[in-house]
């Protein structure tokens, strides 16, 4: 089961603007081949930091609105946010420890242990 927030327009501010902990953004598609595989690895970085990061998932589809004002241009785009303000970007497929460390999750969710 995912741990990861399906985000909205809705329930993007309360969600991620709002957020106390630093919440990680996928901005994915169904169809998209390289969002699939990095989906698994997004649900573990979901799971293992559960309680001191947030995961969540815009369908870029289903949300272009969020899309654009996140300016997406290609997907996988993943964003990490910290106080409602975008602090790491990475666009593309990376293996996961290339992925934290580009986040700066590898020292970072390490020092607040």
Request: aromatic share 6%; proline share 7%; charged share 25%.
């Amino acid at each position: 089961m995912s741990s990861a927030i399906r985000l909205h327009e809705g329930n993007f501010e309360q969600e991620v603007i709002r957020s106390e902990l630093p919440v990680l953004v996928d901005y994915w598609a169904p169809w998209c081949g390289p969002c699939r595989i990095l989906g698994p690895i997004v649900e573990q970085l979901a799971d293992q930091h559960a309680g001191s990061l947030k995961v969540a998932k815009v369908d870029v589809d289903a949300e272009p609105e969020l899309a654009a004002s996140a300016g997406v241009r290609g997907i996988p785009y993943l964003v990490l946010y910290r106080g409602g303000q975008p602090v790491a970007e990475v666009t593309g497929a990376l293996p996961r420890a290339e992925l934290e460390r580009a986040l700066g999750l590898d020292a970072e969710l390490e020092d607040a242990a």
